[in-house]
């Protein structure tokens, strides 16, 4: 069964960078697309970007050149870096599997808060 | 980037109800259209892929249509743990968007 994992720091403080881990299981990411999904308070959701099963990535515009999504295919886990973070970007962090038919599997997230 | 329109913003109904969520797309999109359950705690639930398509697991009381650029998420008979907040997301270009989804409760 696949399985995704989200890890990192909960609290991030303004101006600094935001990096979270996303643990893939009985799946390789060699193969598919691997995305990072965040909800906001109020229930927004946006779709921040993907890395593909060739290491290339697709980022929002709207997150312009703050976004990184890396990967180690040697421990199965792709991450997310996001710099500059505001309290805007508080929130539940998702990694999900993305298929032809859209996001399928998905982590359980991880609620990021930035405050100073 | 396309714009989804989901409406209502939130509804109330009665168990047993037929209850009908709607979204609209800003472009065509074709059946490129996703809904997504989504309750608190627990990650989102996929529910319909290409429109109209039941994904895996999912009751056969939920069903999926599409008329030209509007789409609907239908319960044909609403249960309690239906309860939850639903998305839809079009997957026909990037970036990915959602609709702002609708607030289902039980009355």
């Known amino acids: 069964e696949v399985q995704l994992q989200e890890s990192g720091p909960g609290l991030v403080k303004p101006s600094q960078s935001l990096s979270l881990t996303c643990s893939v299981t009985g799946y390789s990411i060699t193969s598919n697309y691997w995305g990072w999904i965040r909800k906001f308070p109020g229930n927004k959701m946006e779709w921040m970007g993907y890395?593909?099963?060739?290491?290339?990535?697709s980022y929002n515009p709207s997150l312009k050149s703050r976004i990184s999504i890396t990967r180690d295919t040697s421990k199965n886990q792709f991450f997310l870096q996001l710099n500059s973070v505001t309290t805007e970007d508080t929130a539940t962090y998702y990694c999900?599997?993305?298929?032809?038919?859209?996001?399928?599997?998905w982590g359980q997230g991880v609620m990021v808060t930035v405050s100073s | 980037d396309i714009q989804l329109t989901q409406s209502p913003s939130s509804m109330s109904a009665s168990l047993g109800d037929r209850v009908s969520l709607t979204c609209q797309s800003s472009?065509?999109?074709?059946?490129?259209l996703s809904w997504y359950q989504h309750k608190p705690g627990k990650p989102p639930k996929p529910m319909i892929y290409?429109?109209?398509n039941l994904a895996d697991g999912v009751p056969s009381r939920f069903s999926g249509s599409r008329s030209g650029s509007d789409y609907s998420l239908t319960i044909s008979s609403l249960e309690s743990e239906d309860t939850a907040i639903y998305y839809c997301?079009?997957?026909?270009?990037?970036?990915?968007?959602f609709g702002s989804g609708t607030k289902l409760e039980i009355k």
């Open positions: 290409y429109a109209t």
């Open positions: 999900a599997r993305e298929e032809d038919s859209g996001p399928d599997y």
């Open positions: 472009q065509g999109i074709g059946n490129y």
């Open positions: 890395i593909s099963y060739s290491g290339s990535t």
């Open positions: 997301l079009q997957y026909d270009e990037y970036p990915l968007t």
